[in-house]
């Protein structure tokens, strides 16, 4: 019989991989220098995306580590990968906004 044990990590290991792709892609999605045109739905559309996109990669994270400590951490990383994202944006030639990384 197979050990339930190895197959729940290599579960895990797969979800944590495509959170990590979801991460990359946020990060290209903030810093690639000439973003696609999104016509925006209402004003401060762009600080809704930032909201929707932190908030799945929070519950995504959150879902996976079952320990509130890890949590905890994860949401600060969050939160750290976005106030720097935010910084690195002003190199890329897009405005670096705080309101962004405040939503």
Not at 29 to 36: F, G, K
Not at 55 to 72: D, E, P, S, T
Request: hydrophobic share 55%; charged share 15%; net charge neutral.
């Amino acid at each position: 019989m197979a050990d339930n044990g190895a197959g729940a990590r290599r579960l895990r290991s797969g979800w944590q991989a495509l959170g990590f792709g979801m991460v990359v892609l946020v990060w290209w999605a903030c810093l690639v220098p000439s973003p696609p045109e999104i016509p925006p739905a209402f004003p401060y559309f762009d600080k809704f995306e930032h909201f929707i996109a932190y908030l799945v990669l929070a519950g995504w994270f959150a879902a996976i580590h079952a320990r509130m400590r890890a949590r905890i951490v994860v949401l600060c990383l969050l939160v750290l990968m976005g106030g720097v994202i935010e910084v690195l944006q002003h190199y890329t030639g897009r405005d670096a906004e705080w309101l962004d990384w405040l939503a």
